[in-house]
Every structure is written in C-alpha cells, then in structure tokens.
C-alpha cells in the first residue's frame, strides 16, 4: 500500500510538472495507458476522479490535444494559446496529480494531489517560458510535442522516474530565473 502510494506520487509530480508545457497531451497518455490497463501500479476504479475516465472525457481530451497542437503551429492562434496556456496547465496538472493518487491516499488525500499538481503545472510553465525566451520567442513545436509525450509514457511506466524530472524542473526554473535576470538587466537601468 505504502509503496503503491509513493508511485503514485511520484506519476502524479512528473505528469503534473509536464504539464506546464503542454496541458492535455500528458493527460491523454495517461489516460490511454490507464484505460488499457497498462499500468501495473494504477487500477481504474471507484475513486473521486474516476469521471476523467469515462468515454465523454476521453473524446473531450483528444478535441482539446489536436486544438491544442493545432493552436500551437498556426500563427493567427498563437496569441490566443499563449493567454490559454495557464489556465489549461493549472487544470490539468490538478487533474493528472489528483487522478494519481486519488486511489491510493487515503481519504481526502487526493485534494492535496490537486492542489499540488496545479502548483507544479505553473512551475512548468514557467521553465516553458525560458524555454520560450531562449528559443528567441518560438515554440519548440513537434519536438517539444514528441518529448513530452515520451517522459510522460516513461513517468507512467516508471513512477520513480517522475521525482527525477521533479528535481530537474526545479533546476531548470533556477536557470531561467537567472536567463531572465541578465535578459532584463540593462533594462533596470531604463526604469
């Protein structure tokens, strides 16, 4: 049990952290894995957030990932991604930490799982917006899209894994923090 809960921790941080950077297309990996029974450490079953499990939320998810991607490649929607890129990031993170754990906390744990999954949702974000700034104000695009894919199937598949990229975004946001400080340094001066 202790065990099974300290997985589902560790899927729920890195899957919530990941979704900083793209909001639903970790959600629908999870999602699919868990709805094919793919998960050794996860059983879809009666829990507070099992609705993100039914066929209604599945077909709702997809329309919002290829919005989402769509949304992401076409120049005249970018700016409407960009001020809609939050909120859906803080939503899902909650969703993806919350679902996580909701099986294996005990009682009302899982509201915990949701409040900590919105906050790693927006430390995602931020390291996306120095990812952002160094990419001179592009997206990444179908690269970010297939790496975030990939470590969240990896995540899933290995829970532990999700602590790692935990402890990576934490390093992340220290050197974006510092990409920003010398970025607007000179700016200061103007002020």
């Known amino acids: 049990m202790e065990t099974a809960l300290i997985w589902a921790i560790g899927a729920g941080v890195g899957l919530a952290s990941l979704a900083g950077n793209r909001a639903f297309a970790p959600l629908a990996v999870?999602?699919?894995?868990?709805?094919?029974?793919?998960?050794?450490?996860?059983?879809?079953?009666e829990s507070p957030?099992?609705?993100?499990?039914?066929?209604?939320?599945?077909?709702?998810?997809?329309?919002?990932?290829?919005?989402e991607v769509i949304m992401t490649r076409l120049t005249l929607l970018m700016l409407?991604?960009?001020?809609?890129?939050?909120?859906?990031?803080?939503?899902?993170?909650?969703?993806?930490?919350?679902?996580?754990?909701?099986?294996?906390?005990?009682?009302?744990?899982?509201?915990?799982?949701?409040?900590?999954?919105?906050?790693?949702?927006?430390?995602?974000?931020?390291?996306?917006?120095g990812i952002v700034i160094a990419g001179e104000g592009r997206d990444p695009g179908p690269a970010l899209d297939l790496a975030v894919l990939v470590l969240a199937a990896t995540i899933l598949l290995l829970p532990q894994a999700g602590y790692a990229y935990l402890l990576a975004i934490f390093w992340l946001s220290i050197r974006v923090r510092r990409l920003k400080r010398l970025k607007y340094k000179g700016l200061r001066v103007l002020a």
């Open 30 to 45: 999870f999602i699919l894995m868990a709805r094919m029974d793919w998960l050794p450490w996860f059983g879809v079953e």
């Open 49 to 67: 957030l099992d609705f993100i499990f039914s066929d209604v939320a599945v077909v709702i998810l997809l329309l919002l990932v290829v919005l």
């Open 80 to 129: 409407v991604e960009r001020l809609l890129r939050l909120p859906f990031a803080l939503v899902s993170g909650a969703l993806l930490c919350g679902a996580a754990v909701a099986h294996e906390a005990p009682g009302w744990g899982y509201i915990a799982g949701i409040a900590g999954g919105a906050l790693l949702a927006a430390l995602g974000y931020y390291v996306h917006s």
